[in-house]
């Protein structure tokens, strides 16, 4: 079975972790997809979201920061909702 390295905020770096391991964390948000990982045999670092192997594990991880953001309504699409909210108010009303 491979063990895995990861880099920890703050570039710490963090293993040998097996797939088990790796699981516990993203489970628990220590690691996500965009946390850098190698085998403990390898020299280069990927993120955790593209190596193929672990795309189980990434896809229960807390997503990134960045994508949360995304996420979030723009002021356009908040002015719309908005405006359906009060057109169906009017229109319940009646």
């Known amino acids: 079975m491979d063990e895995w390295q990861y880099k920890r905020r703050g570039g710490q770096v963090g293993g040998p972790a097996d797939l088990v391991i790796l699981t516990a964390l993203a489970k628990k948000g220590v690691i996500r997809s965009s946390t850098p990982v190698k085998r403990a045999i390898d020299e280069d670092w990927r993120p955790l979201g593209t190596v193929p192997e672990l795309a189980a594990i990434a896809a229960l991880a807390v997503p ?27 229109t319940a009303r009646q």
């Open 64 to 90: 990134d920061e960045s994508s949360a953001q995304q996420a979030r309504p723009t002021r356009s699409q908040n002015a719309l909702q908005r405006k359906l909210l009060d057109r169906w108010k009017r």
